[in-house]
C-alpha cells in the first residue's frame, strides 16, 4: 500500500510545467493592452489636445448634444452662443467634437 520509490521520485519536478502555464496569462495580457488599453489611451490624448485648443469661433458639439459657436475661453470653461443672443457656459472636458475649427489669421510680411 505504500508507493514505491519509483512512483515518488516521478511526481516531483514540475518547475518547468508551473512556468508553461504563465504564458497564456501573459499572452492574454498583451492582447488586451494592444487592443483595449493602448487605443483607449491614445484616444484620450487626442481628446486632451482638442479640448486644449479650442478658442474663440470654433464651433463645436458637446457630450448632451447642444451645438454651438465658442464666445470666450477661459481656464477650465468656455461661454458657447448656441442660438442668437443665447449663451451658455460649458465645462471644457465635455466638448465632444469640434465641427468646424477657425483658421489663424496670416501674418503678412
Do not use: C
Not at 510545467?17 to 493602448?38: G, H, K
Not at 442668437?84 to 510680411?109: E, K, L
Amino acid at each position: 500500500m505504500f508507493a514505491t520509490p519509483a512512483y515518488a521520485q516521478a511526481a516531483g519536478g514540475s518547475g518547468g510545467a508551473a512556468f508553461a502555464q504563465f504564458i497564456p496569462l501573459v499572452l492574454i495580457f498583451a492582447i488586451m493592452y494592444f487592443l483595449m488599453i493602448r487605443p483607449q489611451q491614445k484616444r484620450v490624448k487626442q481628446h486632451r489636445e482638442m479640448v486644449a485648443a479650442l478658442k474663440k469661433g470654433d464651433q463645436i458639439v458637446t457630450q448632451g448634444g447642444l451645438i454651438g459657436k465658442v464666445v470666450s475661453a477661459r481656464d477650465d470653461e468656455l461661454e458657447v452662443e448656441i442660438a442668437q443672443g443665447v449663451r451658455v457656459r460649458v465645462v471644457r472636458s465635455t466638448v465632444a467634437q469640434v465641427i468646424s475649427a477657425t483658421q489663424p489669421v496670416a501674418a503678412n510680411s
